[in-house]
């Protein structure tokens, strides 16, 4: 189980596959750097950034999903600890992003349904439904993707949402987190703040 959650009101988490881009919106949400010094993809404890005046912080939790180098038993307890995690703090938790790689997230969604799994993503997305905390979809590295809107509707389908995807636009945010285009993103969260009545928390997200 994760250890030393600063103990904070409100709470936004990061989730997703490993190397997605998480800490790269990690550092353009937050000023703050968390990969210096470690391997993309090898983060197994969360990274929280709080304000403690503010009683707020954003936190990137470890990806889930293949890593290489990382056994599949081990990798079973990373998402175990991450679902209690955000079970345990649902409460503080305004926001669950589920961020994903443009360019492949259709791709390996399909090859799980193919093998009859659960694809990580879709397994995510519904769990944050049901423990009450409305998905948002940040659908990263579009500077990758040359058919952006039949890339984001196919996501759409593949989430139960029906296309076009521009109807989805509270929950669903086309980004490119490593030129710190994220505004869609921005705007989902002041939505969400907004709705939790913290509007006193929206300087940290435009
Ligand atoms: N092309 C592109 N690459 C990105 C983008 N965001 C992140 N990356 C790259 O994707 C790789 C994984 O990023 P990282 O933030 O470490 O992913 P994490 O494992 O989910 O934390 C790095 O090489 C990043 O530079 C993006 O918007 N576009
Ligand atoms: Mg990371």
Same mark, same amino acid.
């Given at each position: 189980m994760f250890e030393d959650r600063p103990d904070r009101d409100v709470e936004v988490v990061l989730v997703g596959r490993s190397n997605v881009g998480k800490s790269t919106l990690m550092r353009e949400l937050t000023g703050h750097d968390f990969s210096t010094g470690k391997k993309p993809g090898v983060t197994r404890q969360p990274n929280h950034f709080d304000w403690a005046s503010e009683s707020f912080m954003f936190t990137d939790l470890p990806g889930f999903g293949f890593m290489s180098g990382v056994e599949a038993d081990q990798r079973e307890a990373i998402k175990t600890d991450i679902v209690r995690y955000i079970e345990g703090n649902a409460d503080a938790i305004v926001a669950g992003v589920i961020v994903v790689d443009g360019k492949s997230a259709v791709e390996i969604i399909d090859r799980h349904t193919k093998?009859?799994?659960?694809?990580?993503?879709?397994?995510?997305?519904?769990? %944050?439904? $049901?423990?009450?905390? $409305?998905?948002?979809?940040?659908?990263?590295?579009?500077?990758?993707?040359?058919? %952006?809107?039949?890339? %984001? $509707? @196919?996501?759409?389908?593949?989430?139960? &949402?029906?296309?076009?995807?521009?109807?989805?636009?509270?929950?669903? @945010?086309?980004?490119? @987190?490593?030129?710190?285009?994220?505004?869609?993103?921005? @705007?989902?969260?002041?939505?969400?703040?907004?709705?939790?009545?913290?509007?006193? &928390? %929206?300087?940290?997200v435009t």
């Open positions: 093998r009859g799994e659960i694809p990580h993503d879709i397994e995510m997305f519904e769990f %944050l439904v $049901d423990v009450g905390i $409305d998905p948002i979809v940040a659908v990263n590295k579009t500077d990758k993707i040359d058919d %952006l809107d039949e890339r %984001l $509707d @196919a996501i759409c389908e593949r989430l139960g &949402l029906y296309p076009p995807w521009q109807q989805w636009s509270e929950s669903i @945010a086309p980004i490119c @987190a490593k030129r710190g285009e994220i505004e869609p993103l921005l @705007a989902c969260l002041r939505d969400r703040f907004h709705e939790h009545n913290r509007d006193d &928390l %929206l300087k940290f």
